[in-house]
């Protein structure tokens, strides 16, 4: 079983649409990532999150503690938005070596 | 913005050939680490490296792998002899201290083995 895990795996919108993905992992974590990859494949950091609520324009990410679960919103989709969307968690016992735990990712196409 | 640079960009190697990945991290940054992704996978850990030694690695970062800070700058993985399946992207990371503050990846080095 995957220590983390996201929904949907794909996810077609159209533009304007209010857009939730989420990620929930069986690890103690002491913080949790949002990621962005392109194709091509970049990756790009959106959030890092280790309580609450965090805004960044029009991406909000969210997460529960106690639930072991976190969302990635994204308000009035557009069409540039269309990217894999990563969760990745630092475990609670990653020691010294802040590795990250990946989650599948989620593929989002927004259309015009 | 700094950026962890890594390069090539893509490399085409025959099965049985040693490769070297360069990464260049972020020049204050203290931990370093490669990840990689096979193609329709998820990103999976290699290896972490702080102070000059490997502080941990995964089942995957066999005694084919290897890392090195040649120079100071430089952030190297090897492979010494190519597998097929050795075929992924590769992500050079670095952050500053022991959290996700600053954690930044490079923007990757495709690697295929033919």
């Known amino acids: 079983k995957n220590e983390v895990e996201q929904s949907p795996q794909n996810l077609t919108a159209q533009e304007g649409e209010f857009i939730t993905i989420n990620c929930s992992y069986s690890?103690?974590?002491?913080?949790l990532h949002w990621l962005q990859q392109h194709p091509g494949g970049g990756i790009v950091s959106l959030f890092m999150?280790?309580?609450g609520k965090k805004k960044h324009g029009r991406l909000i990410a969210t997460i529960n503690i106690q639930e072991k679960h976190s969302s990635l919103h994204i308000t009035a989709s557009h069409p540039r938005d269309s990217a894999v969307y990563i969760c990745?968690?630092?475990?609670?016992?990653?020691?010294?070596?802040?590795?990250?735990?990946f989650g599948t990712g989620t593929l989002l196409a927004v259309q015009p | 913005e700094p950026e962890v640079t890594q390069t090539p960009s893509h490399q085409v190697t025959q099965m049985g050939q040693e490769v070297i990945l360069r990464c260049v991290p972020i020049?204050?940054?203290?931990?370093f680490y490669w990840y990689r992704q096979i193609l329709g996978q998820k990103v999976e850990f290699l290896v972490s490296?702080?102070?000059?030694?490997?502080?941990?690695k995964s089942e995957i970062f066999d005694d084919q792998f290897s890392v090195e800070r040649p120079d100071g700058s430089n952030f190297t993985l090897k492979i010494r002899s190519t597998k097929l399946e050795d075929s992924a992207m590769y992500f050079c990371?670095?952050?500053?201290?022991?959290?996700?503050?600053?954690?930044?990846f490079g923007s990757g080095t495709r690697l295929t083995v033919v």
């Open positions: 690890v103690g974590i002491s913080a």
């Open positions: 490296f702080y102070n000059n030694e490997i502080s941990e």
């Open positions: 990371a670095s952050s500053p201290t022991l959290s996700l503050y600053g954690y930044t």
């Open positions: 999150l280790s309580s």
């Open positions: 990745a968690v630092r475990s609670r016992d990653g020691g010294a070596t802040n590795k990250l735990i």
């Open positions: 020049s204050n940054h203290l931990y």
